[in-house]
């Protein structure tokens, strides 16, 4: 950086300075509940949906790995187009907000489609109200995420706030988990019913909640310049290296959890023979995760984030292994049971960190170019993260169908190998790589303190110089 010892240490007491005003807990709170509302959506979408247009449609499970796969790659497009529009919308509720709210309009509608399915219910259908989901996913996300970026620049309050969005998006799971437990309910898994109540929630949960953080979380403070060149944007993008090297984490890591997510509730029904205990599974999970937040972030309080996401990650790679060895049999659920809660506690330092990560990411970007394009790297994050998870949820699909798994009537199902190798046999590979390219991220707490006390300054210098001018 080219900086003097004597700099960098006052740099860092005047940043030390600013940062002592944390952002109050009720801000963060309404902060985190959109999130609430997303997952609740978005969810069950990516799996239960699959497993249930499996079983109570004519839509096959090869159609259903396609359209999972040909949905996420068109993401390609719309993802980094609304990330992009994102930073260079101006209204009076700022840049993310505006689209926040088209977008859960949008969701609600989609959901109600998607999720209340007819019998005869074709792959076009499904298509359609998947397609449309996704983007309405998209429209709220990238703006949403990006947001928790200009909230703060602080190493570790930044994953503060995602720790506070985490903890709601643990809730909207188990919004979705717990409907079959409900009396209400007849079902004892995620059928017909389950999607009914959910689509039904969806009409109010969705605006309620983003319009709560609308109104009560301020827009936050966006440095930096930003001049509408896409080209120039791009080529940023490619020449940032901390950023390179965290997709390529995410890659892994990311695809692991699509194979893991989207056949859970198969290997606990088909693996197992226990399809009634999958609804028990994700509600254990759910109460877990929803726990272990604030373990997690007390965690990155006390270790290099990237190390922390590296434990959570070894920890969940340990618990599919052991989830390998045993026995198909009614008997191991409960022993099953137990190293999935591990797992799922291991597995919330994944939903914590790489967002944490990727806000001190754009810190290193504005600091190299001086121009602020947070919404662009949030946007071709997100379409990384979801298509990875696409790549891991197609291929497991076409996998087990490939394995000759048979979704209507899993207990007789010859496809143990197929399952074993889709849920924890391939995801244990990919963990295991994730966690090797993570030792040596580049980005540290001091660093990011570093760049950001450059930044600060030369925001000051600029805003000065302007002033100066316009007198």
Known sequence: ?????????????????????????????????????????????????????ATYTDVTLEQIGVVLLAVRFIDAFTDPIIGYLSDHTKTRLGARKPWMLAGAVIAAVSAWFLFRPAETATVTD???????????????????????????????????????RGFFTELGKFVFIVIPFLPFITESEFGPETFDALSILLLVLLPVSIGVAVLGVPQGQRLGHNRINIGTSLKALVKNGPFAQLLLIFLFSGSAIGFILTTLILFVGGYFHSPDKAPLALLISSIV?????????????????????ALGLSIQL???????????????????LTVYAIGSFAFTAHLIVPTSILADVIDYDIYKTG?????????????????????????????????GFDADNPTASSGYSGLLLVY????????????????????????????????????????????????
């Open 126 to 164: 499904f298509a359609i109200w998947m397609f449309m989901l996704y983007l309405s996913w998209t429209m709220i996300t990238v703006p949403y995420f990006t947001w928790a970026s200009e909230l703060s620049g602080d190493y570790v309050e930044r994953s503060r706030i995602t720790g506070y």
């Open 318 to 336: 340990a618990t599919l292994v052991i989830s390998a060895l045993l026995p198909p049999d009614p008997e191991a659920i409960w022993a099953y």
């Open 424 to 471: 924890a046999w391939i995801p244990a590979v990919l963990l295991a790589v994730s966690v090797g390219l993570m030792t040596r991220f580049p980005i540290t707490k001091r660093r990011q303190t570093v760049l950001r006390a450059w930044i600060e300054r030369r925001n000051a210098q600029t805003q000065t110089l302007k002033e100066v001018i316009s007198s």
């Open 1 to 53: 950086m080219n900086r003097s010892t004597a700099d960098d240490v006052d740099d860092l007491a005047t940043l030390s300075r600013r940062q002592e005003s944390r952002l109050p807990a009720w801000q963060l709170v309404a902060y985190g509940i959109p999130d609430m509302g997303t997952k609740a959506m978005s969810y069950p979408a990516l799996v239960a949906l699959p497993a249930f247009y």
């Open 289 to 309: 995760s929803i726990a272990s937040y604030p373990v997690w972030i007390w965690i990155c309080k006390r270790m290099e984030k990237h190390r922390a996401w």
């Open 371 to 403: 121009e602020n394009r947070a919404g662009l790297y949030f946007s071709i994050f997100m379409f990384f993260y979801k298509l990875v998870f696409a790549i891991g949820s197609g291929v497991a699909f076409l996998l087990l169908a490939a394995f």
